[in-house]
């Protein structure tokens, strides 16, 4: 998938300005470049009672993807899916934000500024799939650089996120860093760790501007 260049966002995102809590700004757009300076900055969007607001958690949830935990069930479930990528980006996105689902926060602009950063070239979705092909499960982000930004999942099966996680982890490869913003108890299973904000902050700097892994569409 060609990546479309973004011309420079008017707004500032500064970690210096910061305040010591998860929340650190109100306000600006979703404009694809917007978007993406945030997240090189360490920020990403969370709406909350219809206010725009960026976040930036005290500890962050990290997955570094050599250390992602694979369980003999979990193997046995990659062999049983099919993975594909990039195929169903608006079902994937359309899934995690199902006002049905705990927690929802997906909200419409939310959906139509991933939407445009997936026609972008940006935003990307792996989709996991039953044998007739159904969709099951899934996840996307946005893929900055050798950072992977992942923003949500869900499943219809077992462990048919996971086996999305799997294939991601495989394609951002040993050198990228997956974000998962916070961590649960549910992704530390898995793998994912909490790494203080400075220490993800710096981490990524050098992340954002290196080469896509050669695995990432």
Aim: proline content about 8%.
């Amino acid at each position: 998938m060609t990546r479309t260049p973004l011309p420079p966002t008017p707004w500032v995102f500064d970690p210096d300005q910061w305040p010591d809590d998860d929340c650190v700004a109100s306000g600006a757009d979703l404009a694809p470049s917007t978007l993406v300076e945030a997240y090189r900055r360490g920020a990403f969007p969370m709406p909350h009672d219809r206010e725009l607001l960026w976040w930036s958690p005290m500890e962050r949830g990290v997955l570094v993807p050599s250390e992602l935990r694979v369980s003999r069930s979990l193997s046995r479930s990659v062999r049983r899916f099919t993975v594909t990528v990039d195929e169903s980006f608006e079902e994937v996105i359309d899934a995690c934000a199902d006002p049905s689902r705990p927690g929802s926060w997906i909200d419409g602009p939310i959906r139509e500024a991933y939407v445009e950063m997936h026609r972008l070239g940006w935003a990307h979705s792996v989709e996991t799939r039953s044998a007739d092909g159904t969709l099951v499960g899934g996840l996307y982000g946005l893929s900055i650089g050798a950072l992977f930004a992942g923003e949500s999942m869900f499943h219809r099966a077992t462990d048919a996120s996971k086996v999305a996680l799997v294939e991601l982890a495989r394609r951002v490869g040993d050198g990228g860093l997956i974000d998962t913003q916070w961590s649960t108890t549910h992704l530390e299973s898995l793998g994912v760790t909490q790494w203080p904000r400075d220490v993800y902050l710096a981490r990524i700097e050098e992340l954002v501007d290196a080469a896509p892994p050669p695995g990432w569409a």
